[in-house]
Structure formats: C-alpha cells, structure tokens
C-alpha cells in the first residue's frame, strides 16, 4: 500500500485543480437545490394558474348566462317565485305522509336468480275474477 501510495505524485497544479474542483462542488451544491425548489414552486404556480382560468371561465359562462332574459325569467319563477301578471300559482306543499313515500331502492344484486315463472295460470285467474265480479274493486 505505501509503495501505491509512493508512487502517487502530486504537483502543485494537480493540487490547485483538485481544491478548485472541491471549492466549485461546495459552491454549487446549495444554489442547485435552490434551482430545484424554485422550480417546484413554478410548477405549482402554474397549477394553480390553471385553476383559476378555470374558474374564471366559467364565471364568465354564468355572466353570460345572466345576460340571458328568459334565463333571468326561470330562475326568478324557481328562486323567487314569480308570476306574471294574471297567472296563478300552486305550491304543493309536501302533503304526503312519511310511510307513503317512495322508499330507496335496493342496490342490485351480482348474483342471477332464476325464479319460477308460472305467470299464464296467474294472468287466466286475473281475468277470469275480474270478469265475473260484480262490483269494481277500489284499490287503496
């Protein structure tokens, strides 16, 4: 190992050149992870850029939308409810009792199911009751 060692030569240039390369290493290190990081923030910049054209754009959409009268006629009869001169207006107030609501279906199922399938005796049955009854069933 000394003789390796040894027989390494190191001129005053080759010392200069290796201390000037350690030197521009511990220079630029800092300034290029700043490069880095201010790049990072460009980018997010732009992003939200882009975002706020966005918005803006459909702003602008809904100013548009504004401008239009029969758009301001419908939403002051949704909104604000009015009528024009000699019409007349029912509001429904939610008159239904609570169990007479329609109830959320249920999800739907992966699996097939295959159920018996005897529906012309059922329809014969229907037919024939409803031909020979008397009176009309009032459904509830």
């Known amino acids: 190992m000394r003789e390796w060692a040894a027989g ?23 300034t290029l992870g700043t490069f880095i990081d201010q790049r990072q923030k460009i980018a997010a910049l732009e992003a939200s850029v ?7 754009a459909d702003l ?16 002051a009869r949704e909104r604000l409810y009015y009528v024009k001169p000699g019409e007349v207006v029912y ?5 239904l009792d609570p169990s007479q609501l329609p109830r959320e279906q249920t999800p739907v ?10 529906w012309m005796p059922q329809l014969l049955r229907t037919l024939v009751s409803s031909g020979l009854s008397d009176t009309a069933a009032i459904v509830p």
């Not at 959409?61 to 939403?75: C, G, L, N, V």
């Open 60 to 75: 602008i959409a809904e100013r548009e939308r504004w401008s239009d009268p029969a758009y301001i006629t419908t939403q």
């Open 50 to 56: 882009k975002v706020s054209e966005g918005e803006i």
């Open 109 to 118: 199922s992966d699996t097939l199911e295959e159920k018996p399938a005897d």
């Open 91 to 95: 509001l429904i107030d939610n008159d």
């Open 8 to 30: 390494i030569r190191l001129s005053a240039f080759s010392v200069i050149m290796l201390s000037l390369v350690v030197l521009g290493a511990w220079v630029l290190v800092p």
